[in-house]
Nanobody, 124 residues
């Protein structure tokens, strides 16, 4: 089992940047595929990006490709989301998630563990 805690959210102007972090407990972090999802008010939870166990395979949603970058540091049990060129439509609660699946699923139902979320607000 793994526990996830996100941090780094906040308020930023359009065009700005934020870096989210997700710290995981436990000694098996490197055995999990990790992902970020987001959920805006009144909308379903949406896949953003996933990274495989070694960090060598990535999968991005088209809406963030070229602007967001995911990375992980298995020695620190942490996954990061660097968000650049932020837009008002990126405003949402961002969740970190983990799955034991080797592929990079985009369905939130495939993920077993979730953080509490961190709010990102982008003003126009």
């Amino acid at each position: 089992q793994v526990q996830l805690v996100e941090s780094g959210g906040g308020l930023v102007q359009a065009g700005g940047s934020l870096r989210l972090s997700c710290a995981a407990s436990g000694r098996t972090f490197s055995s999990y595929t990790m992902a970020w999802f987001r959920q805006a008010p009144g909308k379903e939870r949406e896949f953003v990006v996933a990274i495989n166990r070694s960090g060598g395979l990535l999968r991005y949603a088209n809406s963030v490709k070229g602007r967001f970058t995911i990375s992980r540091d298995n020695a620190k049990n942490t996954v990061y989301l660097q968000m650049n060129s932020l837009k008002p439509e990126d405003t949402a609660v961002y969740f970190c998630a983990a799955t034991g699946l080797l592929l990079l699923p985009i369905s939130h139902g495939e993920y077993d563990y979730w953080g509490q979320g961190t709010q990102v607000t982008v003003s126009s």
